[in-house]
């Protein structure tokens, strides 16, 4: 008889991983702060692609190697339980997130005379019982939460991926390209204001796409170039850096040209349907990128890289925190008066606190109170073996 297959165990973390999601969770919380001047120097003001490519395209890696051997290992139905469940939580965090903001806008318009719950939320107030409704169904996303709905499809999606791969190797492929199509052939879309009937602000029929490279590149399924080759990276780079004149803010307002040029290659729903020159602009500077820390790679796990990896260890949690602290923060620089000097101040305290909650929520991850317990400041002398039972002392023995 043939020995059975070895069933695939996991594979060990990609440190790499987690630098670029905590790399991401700083870009997204900096991005997040209204009015911020550092928005004006992330990576997203000087090519097509941003950080939420970033974020989408590691949570397709991450997906795959935290669900895709529970589906190679225990099979589709247990597998799509898996995703199920993954999605009962994401989907709570949204709406613990929403109600946090509510409540923080609140806070804030009590304790200091301010308008912020009618800025942010008006048409909670306006017309609160369409608005709770859309809030619990997803069909409305108030500003800069639209992220994890986002992302909660995409994950729906993963059982008929592998279900596709179960039929025939390629069918995978061409369910994330024909939705991609889809979306930009037929309008697909979700319902993401009921008040305007406009689709979601991030589509996720088309930010599938760089969500399922990813995950096909973690499930093996799509070979990956080999890192460090010349004309690959030689290629990228110009790329990217032509990418630079059509996205720099610095060059669009001085030079009405590149303007005209960007507005006549890029539509206005270019970031909402993830237009195709945001994914090979972020395919190319991924490649540069890797290509370029490769020599570098297992030396990650230091400095900055170590504090990077903290914080991509617990993306959920760092990105819930990074929202709120963007929200409160804000408002701090507002009352501020919004120099350059609080502006910097408030930025770093962001990126501390961020921090610091990924430390703590992997404090209790690791569950230290399941440890073994600790030994007693006095310990009781033990008995003298001949006062001890025969039977108790051969039952510790063995």
Not at 17 to 37: E, K, Q, Y
Not at 81 to 106: D, F, H, K, S
Request: net charge positive.
């Amino acid at each position: 008889m043939a020995a059975a297959p070895a069933m695939p165990g996991k594979r060990a973390r990609d440190e790499r991983l987690d630098v670029f999601r905590g790399l991401t969770m700083l870009i997204i919380f900096v991005a997040h702060l209204p009015a911020n001047s550092w928005n004006a120097w992330i990576p997203a003001r000087f090519g097509f692609s941003s950080g939420a490519e970033l974020f989408v395209f590691c949570s397709g890696i991450a997906s795959a190697l935290a669900f895709g051997t529970v589906f190679t290992r225990r099979g589709l139905w247990l597998g799509t339980a898996r995703i199920a469940y993954r999605i009962w939580q994401v989907y709570w965090a949204q709406i613990g997130l929403v109600l946090a903001l509510i409540a923080l806008a609140a806070l804030l318009d009590r304790s200091f005379g301010l308008s912020v719950l009618a800025q942010q939320f008006s048409p909670l107030l306006a017309d609160p019982e369409r608005a709770l409704l859309g809030l619990a169904t997803l069909t409305w996303q108030p500003d800069y939460l639209d992220i994890l709905p986002m992302y909660l499809v995409i994950l729906a999606l993963v059982p008929v991926m592998m279900l596709g791969r179960s039929l025939h190797a390629a069918l995978p492929f061409l369910i994330a390209a024909g939705l991609y199509a889809a979306v930009w052939g037929r309008g697909l879309t979700l319902p993401g204001n009921p008040w305007n009937d406009a689709g979601w602000f991030l589509n996720p029929f088309a930010w599938q796409l760089i969500f399922f490279i990813g995950f096909f590149i973690g499930m093996n399924w799509l070979p990956v170039p080999r890192l460090g080759d010349r004309r690959l990276m030689v290629a990228a780079a110009l790329f990217v850096l032509l990418s630079v004149p059509l996205s720099f803010w610095g060059i669009l307002e001085h030079w009405p040209l590149a303007q005209a040029a960007r507005d006549l290659i890029i539509p206005a729903s270019e970031k909402t349907d993830l237009h195709i020159l945001r994914v090979l602009h972020f395919l190319a500077l991924a490649y540069l990128v890797l290509s370029l820390i490769e020599p570098w790679r297992d030396r990650l796990d230091h400095g900055a890289g170590h504090l990077l990896i903290l914080i991509g260890r617990q993306s959920l949690a760092a990105f819930l925190a990074s929202v709120v602290l963007a929200r409160l923060l804000g408002t701090l620089a507002d009352m501020a008066g919004r120099s350059e000097l609080a502006v910097a101040l408030l930025n770093l305290a962001g990126f501390a606190l961020i921090l610091a909650t990924a430390f703590v929520v992997g404090w209790f991850k690791s569950a230290p109170w399941s440890g073994p317990s600790l030994k007693p400041a006095t310990e009781r002398q033990p008995e003298p073996a001949a006062a001890v039972p025969l039977t108790t002392r051969v039952r510790e023995a063995s």
